[in-house]
């Protein structure tokens, strides 16, 4: 009874973790529409250049994403090494994931110079610079936007005589 138990928790746990992240890939992937949508329409993009846009993007966010999941598991691994030398070797395993993830910022600009031109590009450029902005703002402030908390007036001296 004690092992149907503790299998049945196990079940559980697991079916929950599963869950969790289906809802997180999902969320991710919503918020990746919405990117893409919202790129696109700001960049006046017409139906074949939007496909090819958002093909691109997909692309380059599921790499950077198994390159991400490889750091964090090579990370992992390093803390479970016993010797140096297998220390060392993720270490370097790292360094190369770390720098096919760098990659992958290039990889990006190269694609889309080609298909969006310079005009466009710099226009892309500067609506991620901001939208990155605003996410990074968000995450730092979550009770309120930047612009809604306004500094406090000095103090008033208010002297009774």
């Not at 999902?26 to 250049?49: G, H, M, P, V, Y």
């Not at 990155?132 to 500094?151: D, F, H, W, Y």
Request: proline fraction near 4%; hydrophobic fraction near 35%; glycine fraction near 2%.
């Amino acid at each position: 009874m004690r092992r149907l138990t503790l299998f049945l928790l196990s079940i559980f746990c697991l079916n929950s973790a599963f869950s969790v992240a289906a809802h997180a890939a999902e969320k991710r992937n919503q918020l990746e529409e919405l990117l893409i949508w919202k790129l696109s329409d700001e960049l006046k993009l017409n139906t074949a250049e939007e496909k090819k846009f958002s093909d691109i993007v997909r692309e380059i966010n599921k790499k950077k994403a198994q390159f991400n999941q490889e750091l964090q598991v090579s990370v992992e691994r390093m803390n479970k090494a016993a010797t140096t030398k297998a220390k060392e070797e993720e270490l370097t395993s790292y360094r190369k994931s770390l720098q096919s993830y760098g990659r992958m910022s290039e990889e990006e600009f190269d694609k889309l110079k080609t298909l969006l031109g310079p005009e466009r590009m710099v226009q892309y450029l500067q609506i991620k610079q901001d939208l990155t902005n605003r996410i990074k703002t968000m995450l730092t402030n979550p009770e309120g936007s930047p612009k809604a908390t306004k500094p406090l007036p000095s103090p008033k001296l208010i002297e009774e005589k």
